[in-house]
């Protein structure tokens, strides 16, 4: 069953997401090579707690996650788990997947970062992640079908010869990390879900340079590229309101549908 929030629902929405964004000012300094993940992830972690929140990743699943931050580097896709034994190389790109729970609602986000030099095909990679992401968004109007924001990120990604991952999609997000409706990266549009005011979902392109068939790592947690090309995912919780989609966890972007609006600038650049 999907949850519409209350107008105070969002609100306490808000709160969540800006607990969650703080984690990407906070990190964005440190990503240099030589750093370990497990380093990252203390950051993030001591960041969520000082915004007065909990990581929402910590201990959830089964086996229970470990970190606070997942830390997904090259043709790790998602769910990478932070390390003492692993670290950034001068020209990865790196995601960090991050979520904050306060006052009983989630907050959930992801960027990919260049770590030093990296070369243009990576670049490109993570600018059409964020690409998508911004273009999707605009369909995110209540009237609208869950499909208009699918296909139009696998319009753009696809357009650009790159893989959208299946086996993983965006989700509704409340009180619960992962609610209904599936918020899928590929689809048609008007079909699926007729969006509503008061939803609040995780809209999150998890794209390939080659094939986008997965594989799971031995770790139980870690999804990889089968052909370990470079992957790259980007992401933002986001509520629909009356006159438009609201981003939660981007501050200063919240409405991608005002007049001049212009998304940020690409963590790629
Ligand atoms: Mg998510």
Redesign the pocket.
């Known amino acids: 069953m999907i949850y519409l929030k209350s107008e105070s629902e969002i609100e306490l929405m808000k709160i969540a997401g800006a607990a969650t964004a703080s984690v990407f000012a906070a990190v964005e300094p440190q990503i240099k090579p030589g750093i370990s993940t497990a380093e990252l992830n203390e950051i993030v972690e001591a960041t969520i707690r000082a915004a007065g929140a909990t990581p929402s990743f910590l201990g959830y699943g089964d086996p229970p996650f470990s970190g606070s931050a997942c830390i997904s580097i090259n043709e790790e896709i998602v769910h990478g788990l932070p390390s003492t034994k692993r670290f950034l190389a001068d020209g990865d790109i790196v995601s960090i ?1 991050v ?1 904050a729970y306060i006052n009983g609602f989630h907050g ?3 960027r990919t970062y260049c770590c030093g030099n990296v070369c243009p095909e990576h670049r490109a990679l993570v600018k059409c992640a964020e690409e998508a992401f911004w273009l999707g968004i605009r369909e995110a109007r209540a009237g609208q079908r869950i499909g208009d924001i699918s296909a139009t990120v696998q319009e753009h990604v696809e357009s650009k010869g790159y893989g959208v991952v299946r086996e993983l999609t ?2 509704g ?1 409340g009180r619960n ?2 609610e209904s409706p599936d918020l899928l990266n590929y689809g048609r549009r008007g079909r699926g879900v007729r969006l509503e005011e008061g939803m609040c979902l ?1 809209l ?1 392109p998890m794209i390939t340079l080659g094939t986008h068939q997965i594989r799971l790592l031995s770790d139980g947690w870690t999804i990889i590229t089968a052909d370990r090309k470079a992957s790259a995912h980007y ?1 933002n ?1 986001f509520a629909i309101l009356a006159d438009g989609p609201y981003v939660l966890t981007c501050p200063g972007y919240e409405r991608p549908l005002a007049d001049g609006f212009t998304p940020p600038p690409s963590l790629a650049d």
């Open positions: 997947d979520g959930d986000a992801c965006g989700h997000i990390l992962h995780a999150e992401e919780s």
